[in-house]
């Protein structure tokens, strides 16, 4: 059964820097494409970031471009979030998830994690 756990959260000052983790279990993360989404109070869940099976392949919102940055870690099995010069507007819960399918990047994301807060105080 596949697992995503993110962890790393947590209340920050903006401008400031935080790094979130998803933990994954079940199959390993190395052959999918990884993605990281947010939701903030009162707005629908939006992308953030994701990266494909070979780490070369990135992609971000325009809203996080140049402050975020998405990798991986085969090793731990572990995906992970790079976040600096947080914003007021980057508060929000923030999902790991995961592709149905190996080596496709058209597939849904099927797999999910229970979230991690991130809340930026300005």
């Known amino acids: 059964q596949v697992q995503l756990v993110e962890s790393g959260g947590g209340l920050v000052q903006a401008g400031g820097s935080l790094i979130l983790s998803c933990a994954a279990s079940?199959?390993?993360?190395?052959?999918?494409?990884m993605g990281w989404f947010r939701q903030a109070p009162g707005k629908d869940r939006e992308f953030v970031a994701a990266i494909a099976w070979t780490v070369l392949n990135t992609v971000y919102a325009d809203s996080v471009k140049g402050r975020f940055t998405i990798s991986r870690d085969n090793a731990k099995n572990t995906l992970h979030l790079q976040m600096n010069g947080l914003k007021a507007e980057d508060t929000a819960v923030y999902y790991c998830?995961?592709?149905?399918?190996?080596?496709?990047?058209?597939?849904?994301?099927?797999?999910w994690g229970q979230g991690t807060q991130v809340t930026v105080s300005s």
């Open positions: 079940g199959r390993t993360i190395s052959s999918y494409m």
């Open positions: 998830a995961m592709k149905r399918e190996p080596y496709r990047s058209t597939s849904e994301y099927a797999y």
